[in-house]
């Protein structure tokens, strides 16, 4: 045995007992008379002691030659500490060490194992194993162990079986990149990683596994924008003889759970509303609901009016900046010039200051009367104080541009709380996307989505305008979860692929199983997957999901501690049936 | 909702309730006035009854249309059932069926949903959506899910974090061949999938993350004997600051945790062998101890006597077969022809029958006397009316042979028994093994595995001597698991590396980053892994691993069902900087 206790669990109520400790050499304060060692390990920090008075001078000469990061195990005394720590859960004791054993030495780590350290993120990333050893990226992977664990056991209480499913699976065009695997036992032939275990899911149910669950790395090979990975965790769920409501309610429920059991927050039922309405009240497909600001649609009273602009714009739409009315003009043109950054895109920006007399002051003044304005006062619910700030111009664009502008002011306004959590339901959504470059449609679920009741015959006629029968979750403005009831019998699913583009002849190769099962008794069913990562960084009230991931990848995919990928072997290539090609 | 309850749930006090059920349709019978239905699902199989008296005669004719394999939906009234069928637990009622919905139409499935069903095994891939229907998988995966719930959550409780490592790493040129994944964002440049995530549990140790478990897949692209798979599941899991007993305690627990609350069955503290014992009693490194026969050593009493064939070789051993002395003549000389198969290899067998009043009768009288035989049945420790079976060669090859042997009679005694569980411990295996056709050393367990305290110069003298910090657990002699305690300073593993013919530069292209890594203060730790398909396979008392994987993958590696790996489009291989070789 090492230790007789980890460097977190001592308390004054073991003072006098004799302890065996290890951990890592946090730090040396030596004051020559009397030297103090921090020990960390994973589950705390504990005070070692020698003095010049109570300790053997070999030992205490040998304490002093102790470098940040030794690995060290001592044997000593619990005793009472003479200026407690409050800070600390050890910080009422010390160990007044008898003997002392270097179990391992350490060079200077590159960067200080501090919670603020001095390392920048590519050589923490390089340093991984020392990254892991501060504490908030360690307590970011002990709570995703928290997150996964409460996960599984909820499920697994509902009946859900964990399954797993296979990694090394078949390309399909749809969707993302895959990566690739060439094989060599079927030389010209290649697996495919995983984007999602969609199709076994499914076959699951086909099968009677009536609840499945699993917690399943996924793969993705695209250019990786800030903040993905090209291997991500889902937490993937399908359920047989389900509808919509029966799923909503039952993910709702685990959600509400990992709130109460991991952050002790109880929340309400989950707000549901559709996709059209999160795109007319917020501009987003997924938004932060923790704040109001929703947008007011001005069309009605500011066009008409002389103001060329908003006449020749397909949408006007204002918010109302809650205390907005106090910026000065110089504050204001700069948050003009922020939604004209290209990230942004907008043209420019009208306001109107709400003063607290009533009366309104605006950048349109010229065009628009005080009864107008207090329209518009109305119609984004500005109060006294407020800042009304419109956009207007191509509906789809002017939407987005202000939803950057709405999360942008409750940024700056402190209104994104990180504790706070607010959870809605996004339902209704389009079930084909237009592919604005080819012309062509695609799912904007996968293909497997069923149509909502009913709406079959609309995709002959406007495509555009049939709805689906999915939904996401979405919590303090990200998409955590996303799924569809799915087709099940073999005629819909031949007329979605017929819509998607894909001959019979491609559909059979691609999809063949699928739609061969479907002959055989296949149930209703429906699913979800969550991003894990995600979930994990948003509970945790991060922005970032890389320091709840224990080795990512950066954005060119490499993993640079490791340094993968890297060049291989001809012998390898030769196995495999490939060559390289410049 | 589809349904009220599940098919397996309604009992006598449900009577008198209307119901929704949906499910499969298992079996109709249709005896003209009265048709019964068969309505199964994940839960079981509740009975549903129309007729002529009391359901609705256009009701009555669309049940005979069903086929099996239909999915339907029925409303109706719980009845109490005029016979009753113990044999499940819905056999006190039916279901009165008042109305019905087919949810789902079902060609008739290549072969019966039975617990013995008539299709062969490579249907039942083929169509693994059908054969997941069917009870004994179903009942598989489901104990599987209970497997790996019952670990997360004992290691969870012991303290254990479940870190995920990453799928897409580095490729080793140490073990088994790698899967690999070319890379699109650095052309010429590949991931390897992992074969273990070995070096990553290593580095979170160095992290400090003390206790680390992970149920993982793992990767190995080799020529495929029977019951192997390329993807595999791992329970793997590493500890700092232990030594080889703290590991073994802690997984004495886990095993013994498992067996008590998955299989009821208390089993005493595991046996611990060493290496050579179990060698030289069992001839096998993971030995089935549910029964005895074990080897009794012969040299000292039967060479020197005149046969030629023992006195020329290198080791003489025999076991007793219980009760072989009734065998006869014929039934010997089979049991000879199969030890001389090809898949045993001897050249021979010697036997002595132990008569019940004392006398021995062998089939090498001309050489050896009642004295000598009686020293022979000491030795194997044989009792009246036993077979003792004696052969002999070079060591290792006449070991495997006799360990061979004493299985197939433990498997014809019916000793093998799968409700019985004997794990143990073999431990001080061999820190290295000879390759015989290229006569270097390589690591028996792994290039990271510790020596035994004070053996490393032994590497320099007899490397073959040297023993290994290393475990593994055997249950029923399957080997479940195996690990060691790790080198962790950058010496020993330097030493290591030389001895396996890596030069350092070999050593630090390939494992530049662990030995890195054990400069910045690494912990003694150590760990092991466990084979979750063989473990889940014997603990359900199974023989092959197929039926406890969801989708298993064939002797070729291919996925019959989906038809995986495939070929993929010239536009892919572009993309990943690749062509195909002839």
Same mark, same amino acid.
């Given at each position: 045995m090492f230790r007789s206790h980890n460097c977190g669990e001592l308390r004054a109520a073991q003072i006098e007992s004799q302890v065996t400790l290890a951990g890592w050499v946090h730090k040396v304060r030596d004051k020559g008379f009397v030297t103090w060692?921090? *020990?960390?390990?994973?589950y705390g920090i504990t005070q070692l002691v020698l003095d010049a008075e109570r300790t053997d001078a070999a030992l205490l000469e040998q304490a002093r030659t102790l470098g940040r990061e030794f690995v060290l195990q001592v044997k000593g005394t619990v005793i009472e500490r003479a200026s407690k720590n409050p800070n600390i859960p050890t910080g009422e004791i010390e160990i007044l060490v008898a003997e002392m054993t270097v179990l391992n030495e350490a060079l200077t780590p590159p960067f200080t194992i501090e919670d603020d350290t001095d390392g920048g993120e590519d050589l923490r990333m390089k340093y991984r194993y020392l990254d892991i050893r501060r504490n908030p990226v360690k307590e970011s992977l002990v709570f995703r162990h928290k997150v996964s664990m409460e996960v599984r056991k909820y499920l697994s209480d509902q009946g859900f079986i964990d399954v797993e499913t296979p990694y090394l699976i078949k390309s399909t065009p749809e969707g993302a990149r895959d990566f690739l695997v060439p094989s060599r036992m079927n030389a010209g032939q290649f697996y495919a990683l995983p984007q999602s275990p969609q199709t076994f899911k499914q076959l699951l149910m086909v099968g009677g596994m009536d609840k499945y669950f699993q917690i399943v790395k996924c793969f993705r090979d695209e250019d990786l924008r800030a903040d993905r990975q090209p291997e991500f965790t889902q937490i993937d769920c399908e359920m047989a003889f389900v509808e919509q409501e029966d799923i909503l309610n039952t993910f709702e429920g685990l959600t509400r759970h990992l709130l109460k059991e991991i952050k002790g927050v109880e929340v309400a039922a =989950?707000?549901?509303?559709? =996709?059209?309405?999160?795109?007319?009240?917020? +501009?987003?497909?997924k938004p932060d609901i923790r704040f109001g600001m929703e947008f007011g649609e001005l069309n009605a009273v500011a066009q008409h009016k002389d103001f060329k602009v908003f006449n020749s714009a397909e949408l006007v739409v204002g918010i109302a900046v809650p205390g907005g009315a106090s910026y000065t003009r110089k504050e204001i043109d700069k948050l003009i010039d922020w939604v004209k950054r290209p990230q942004v895109g907008a043209l420019g920006m009208v306001y109107v200051k709400c003063n607290d007399d009533g009366s309104y002051k605006s950048s349109v003044d010229k065009f628009y009367d005080q009864d107008d304005l207090a329209q518009w006062a109305q119609a984004t619910g500005a109060q006294k104080g407020d800042l009304i700030c419109v956009l207007s111009g191509d509906t789809n664009k002017v939407r987005a541009q202000l939803s950057a502008l709405r999360m942008e002011m409750a940024e700056r306004l402190g209104l994104r709380k990180a504790d706070e959590f607010a959870p809605l339901w996004v339902v209704d959504f389009p079930l084909l996307e237009l592919d604005e470059e080819t012309g062509h449609y695609h799912a904007m679920h996968h293909p497997f989505t069923s149509p909502k009741p009913g709406q079959l015959a609309l995709l002959d006629t406007d495509p555009g305008a049939v709805k689906a029968n999915a939904y996401d979750l979405v919590l303090n403005g990200n998409e955590i979860g996303g799924g569809s009831i799915r087709i099940h019998d073999k005629e819909t699913q031949a007329i979605m692929f017929k819509h998607l583009g894909f001959s019979p002849e491609e559909a059979k190769a691609q999809f063949g199983f699928l739609m061969d099962a479907f002959q055989y008794g296949a149930p209703p069913h +429906?699913?979800?997957?969550? +991003? *894990?990562?995600? *979930?994990?960084?948003?509970l945790g009230g991060q922005e970032t999901i890389r320091d709840f991931i224990a080795f990512p990848k950066n954005n060119s995919g490499r993993d640079v501690m490791i340094d993968a990928p890297a060049t291989i072997d001809n012998d390898q290539l030769d196995e495999l049936h490939i060559a390289l090609k410049d």
């Open positions: 060692i921090d *020990l960390r390990d994973r =989950f707000p549901r509303i559709s =996709f059209d309405d999160a795109m007319r009240k917020y +501009g987003n497909d +429906g699913g979800i997957a969550f +991003g *894990l990562d995600r *979930l994990v960084a948003i």
